[in-house]
Each structure stands twice: as structure tokens, then as C-alpha cells.
């Protein structure tokens, strides 16, 4: 199956809570708190979702730490993450596009009636 294929984020069979970069609880509670009544959660997706933020922290700390002055700045941050802001704005740029298209859509089907009561 495609997706068993695809493993964004790789979890070691052997990983502990000693081994993610982010309290185990923290990140378990921020999930469960988005979690609707009567849904699980599997251990594997805390532990994941730990490890997927550890290595986009450690990304933007290099990037961020790429610097030529002695300070980092909050600009230093803003540089560095700029690559998710970028996706959240493609994402609401494809949900504005498709609702837009939805509306064409929309539109062609009534005038396609319209066609099609004028010709009877």
C-alpha cells in the first residue's frame, strides 16, 4: 500500500521518552486537548509528532544561528522559519483557489441548464 510507504517521520523501534527532544507529556496533552470524544491517539503519533518537531526545531536553530553578528535577533528567527510561513500561505492559497473553482463550477452547471432548457 502507497501510504504504509511514505514515512515522513522516521520512529526507531527502540526510542524512549529519555530520547525525544521535547517533554513526552507536553506534547501528549497538546494532542489529546485537539482530540474529539471517543478518539485515540497511538503511541507511535506522540512519538512522532516529538521527533518531527525536534528536527524542524533543529533546522531553524541552524539557520538561525547562521548569523554574521554576535546577537541573534528575532529577525534571525523570523529568517529562519520563513519556510513554514510560506507554507501556510500556499495552503490558504489553495483552499481561497479552490473555492473559487468550486464556485465555477457552480456557475457552469447552472448556465448548462439554462443551455439546456433553451434549446427545448
Known amino acids: 500500500m502507497f501510504l504504509r510507504e511514505l514515512k515522513m517521520v522516521n520512529i ?11 517533554t513526552h507529556a507536553r506534547v501528549k496533552r497538546m494532542v489529546r486537548n485537539e482530540a474529539e470524544d471517543g478518539q485515540y491517539v497511538r503511541s507511535e503519533v506522540y512519538y512522532g ?20 553578528s554576535a546577537y541573534v535577533e528575532k529577525y534571525d528567527l523570523d529568517r529562519a522559519s520563513r519556510k513554514y510561513e510560506k507554507v501556510e500561505n500556499i495552503i490558504k492559497e489553495k483552499e481561497r483557489v479552490s473555492r473559487k473553482l468550486d464556485a465555477l463550477a457552480s456557475d457552469i452547471e447552472h448556465l448548462s441548464r439554462e443551455v439546456q432548457q433553451a434549446d427545448h
Open 12 to 22: 526507531p523501534e527502540d526510542v524512549e521518552v529519555s530520547d525525544l527532544p521535547f
Open 49 to 68: 509528532l516529538n521527533l518531527l518537531l525536534g528536527e524542524i526545531a533543529e533546522e531553524i536553530i541552524k539557520k538561525m544561528m547562521n548569523t554574521e
